[in-house]
């Protein structure tokens, strides 16, 4: 952009940034700082990264765990693909726009507030089988 727009994330017209260097600069020490930070308590636990659909997905069979954390998608504001089309493309994920739960096409009306509800509920049930 390089004059004045309407922002679809900010739902308001903003101006287009003129110099990138002080942002690069600071979110660099930033994320420095945050693997010192991190550094400091990471162990050698061992991590796996399993991507699908949190409604549907099986874990293996034995599996029990303690708890869930979970950052649940907002309804009808984020394309996540799309926002974070930079990491599908660069680690060659494949894309899964069609699953995603409450997605900003499908906007925030009645009727997609209640598709939103039935799929956290859905996934709160299915990963329930795995709790201890
Ligand atoms: C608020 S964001 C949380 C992001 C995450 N905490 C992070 O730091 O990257 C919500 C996430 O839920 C994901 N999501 C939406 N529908 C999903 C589904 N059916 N199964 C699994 N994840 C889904 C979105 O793709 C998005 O990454």
Known sequence: MRETYWCIKHKRYCTPIGEALKFINRYSYDT???LKEF???RTDAFIKIIQGDARKIKLPE???IDGLFTSPPYV???DYHEQHRYAYELFGF???DELEIGPAA???NGKAKKEYQRGIIEVFKNVSEYLI
Do not use: A, C, V
Request: charged content about 45%; cysteine-free.
């Open 76 to 78: 009808g504001i984020i």
């Open 62 to 64: 034995d599996l029990k």
């Open 106 to 108: 499908k906007g925030q």
């Open 39 to 41: 550094d400091k308590i």
């Open 32 to 34: 420095i700082k945050r």
């Open 94 to 96: 494949p894309r899964l």
